[in-house]
């Protein structure tokens, strides 16, 4: 059997036989050697890039199989990444007797636990990680996909490791027995929390997208996540394939029960999931928005770690930009290249219809920032700086930001009122908080009509699911949203197609 030696930063860091013909990817995947795959492996997104030697050309480790003995390095910031993400808070140390419970915030690609006093409400610890299902895609259509070709038990199985660990992790902190703990709350979207549960998501990714479940329920919890014997695990209620419980808990969090609207609540990530709170009644829709926003299929973009470009802005006359962790600039994270996008719209690099115009047609000092590359139009951040966004990025984003504010549109359509008469624009998630609302407004991803009344609340999602996890009355109003909520399919929306066209504008 072929040897493989997996070095990272020059150190040696596994070696290990692998089957022949087994891809690279595949047999770091098995060795529990996390690399960044947004596209499942399919040969697309390029960003799965490893070399052969020290010195050597990069090659995709999904795209290159094993055939005899072989050095693999793999690049070091997925090592900061792995670092940035797992994290753990401290917070009080509990009795020995103390009843237990663990809210989980399953996201696409992190999740977190916070152990929680099921009697007082206080938490005790926070641990969180990145996705271990991430070597299978960074979206939930590449880990659908995956399920399809080879069955959804591996990833079933990673998630529910990965939360066995991150419980022991967060009991260690807290100085607490997982076996006191009687109540698993967990908000995912419809996918992660089919996989949690052991469901296939497969129905989902074709006509008619149906999902095996909509959970809402409690059940007893699977068998080896070392908690109390007999405990209970609840995820939160679906609306559909696309709307998840990670959004109903995100919007009670939020506190969408307790306003009149009309409101309008957006959560963008590889998926933009839409609703709109109207008197007692929620609309809801998803788009797919696709991972541009996260910096996946775009040449040089990234994830929100140390040295991804976070923010760009013009100022006196120049291209000014920020990184995570004022590391040299690697690549642009979703809200850099939203701003990115925004600052070359303003001055008018990008024309109406999203074409990144060649320096000859700009004027002003942008044209500077402007150059050719292999024949298409680039915007380089600064001379000599290796970052930079093409003219294909730029369509990717329009395309990206198009579906979303022609999602908005069309719930606005549906509830038959007008921009001006939203009162609370509701940004949730990791992206909604870090990025730039005027940079949005001005790329038209929401209305600027919207920006007094925009609101980023954050991971709203295992806030949700800790309040499920201590009250009955928040897990029937969960119940009582779903009820409530009518799910627009857009796929088969006449206006949604209209609008997605109208919005591609800037
Ligand atoms: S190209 Fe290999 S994971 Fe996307």
Redesign the pocket.
């Known amino acids: 059997m072929p040897e493989v030696k997996v070095y990272r930063s020059g150190a040696l860091i596994a070696r290990s036989e692998s089957a022949p013909g087994v891809t690279i ?1 595949k047999h770091l995947s098995d060795a529990g050697i996390f690399l960044d ?12 890039l490893v070399r052969l030697s020290p010195d050597g050309a990069e090659t ?4 290159t199989s094993i055939t005899g003995d072989m050095d693999v390095y793999i690049p070091g910031e997925m090592e900061m990444e792995i670092a940035g993400d797992d994290a753990a808070a401290k917070g009080a140390t509990v009795a020995a007797d103390e009843p237990l419970g663990v809210a989980v915030d399953i996201g696409t690609t992190t999740v977190v636990a916070h152990l929680t006093s099921l009697r007082t409400g206080i938490r005790a610890a926070t641990a969180s990680g990145v996705n271990a299902q991430r070597p299978y895609g960074a979206d939930v259509i590449s880990r659908i996909q995956y399920c399809a070709s080879n069955g959804h038990e591996q990833l079933t199985a990673l998630i529910r490791g990965q939360l066995r660990d991150l419980i022991t992790r967060a009991c260690a902190d807290a100085g607490a027995d997982p076996r006191g703990i009687e109540y698993i709350s967990i908000a995912g979207n419809t996918i992660m929390e089919h996989l949690a549960a052991g469901l296939s998501p497969v129905g989902m990714g074709v006509a008619p997208f149906r999902p095996l479940s909509l959970f809402g329920d409690e059940t007893p919890v699977w068998d080896d996540l070392g908690v109390a014997h007999g405990a209970t695990v609840y995820f939160a209620p679906a609306i559909s394939s696309y709307v998840g419980g990670d959004i109903t808990a995100g919007m009670l969090s939020a506190g969408l029960e307790d306003t009149e609207g009309p409101c309008v609540y957006i959560d963008i990530g590889t998926n933009g999931e839409i609703a709109m709170k109207l008197g007692e009644r929620y609309l809801c829709c998803a788009t797919a928005a696709g991972p541009a926003f996260e910096g996946a299929e775009i040449s040089m973009g990234m994830a929100a770690v140390p040295g991804a470009v976070n923010h760009v802005v013009w100022e006196d006359g120049a291209v000014k930009y920020t990184t995570i962790g004022g590391a040299p600039a690697e690549g642009l994270c979703g809200s850099g290249l939203l701003d990115a996008l925004a600052l070359l719209v303003r001055q008018g690099a990008v024309d109406e219809t999203g074409r990144l115009l060649p320096r000859e047609e700009t004027s002003g000092a942008i044209s500077e920032y402007l150059e050719s590359r292999d024949g298409k139009n680039i915007f380089r951040l600064a001379r000599g700086c290796k970052v930079y966004m093409d003219y294909a990025d730029v369509r990717k984003l329009q395309l990206a930001k198009s579906a979303i504010a022609a999602g908005i549109q069309t719930l606005l359509t549906h509830a038959g009122i007008d921009e001006g008469g939203v009162r609370a624009f509701v940004l949730a998630g990791g992206f909604g908080s870090f990025m730039d609302k005027d940079s949005a407004a001005a790329i038209g991803l929401f209305p600027k009509i919207f920006l007094p009344a925009t609101r980023a609340v954050g991971n709203t999602a295992g806030e949700g699911a800790a309040l499920a996890l201590r009250s009955a009355e928040a897990r029937a109003t969960l119940g009582a949203m779903r009820e409530r909520c009518e799910y627009i399919e857009l796929s088969t929306s006449s206006v949604f197609n209209e609008q997605f066209v109208e919005q591609m504008m800037f």
């Not at 995709?60 to 795209?63: D, K, N, S």
């Open positions: 990817l795959a947004p596209c499942g492996g399919r040969g697309r997104c390029g960003k799965c995709r480790a999904c795209q």
